[in-house]
């Protein structure tokens, strides 16, 4: 059996032992992070929402435990930068709300990160049969054979 493979139990352990979970958190927090950005400007891109509608429309997915306090400081960032644009309306259920828009550059961004998301998926998915991650590949594998530039 070899421990190399992804799908066998010796993998996992060793990779347990290897990497306390506090590493592997920070990582899944960095990953979620960029993802998150994206979503919010992918979300922005179909309509205009203040804080708490964005969470509750993620919320709907339910990939992620989501709350303002994680909206919050995106949009500001955001906004800071230029991609999206706020306006105060006027509520009838209460305190006036903030909206979020994306400006002409946001979209152009949100454009050009979910091109290169798609393009990382896809990566993700042709390295992972590969390597057990993606289907199951234990057959037919495929050497490749180093490169040889031709003069």
Known sequence: MDISEPNTMRFRILCIAMYPSEDIENKVTQLRKGILELAILSAL????HYGYS?????????????????????????AKEGLVQTEWVESKQGPPRKYYTLTD???????????EFRSLVRLVEAAGQDNGLGQNSS?????ISPRQDHE
């Open 139 to 143: 057959s037919g594998k495929k050497a």
């Open 105 to 115: 550059a946001g979209r152009v961004m949100c454009a050009a990160l979910a091109g």
């Open 45 to 48: 891109f179909r309509d205009t």
């Open 54 to 78: 964005l969470v509750r429309q993620m919320a709907v997915a339910g990939v992620l435990d989501l709350n303002e306090g994680t909206i919050y400081p995106i949009l500001s960032r955001l």
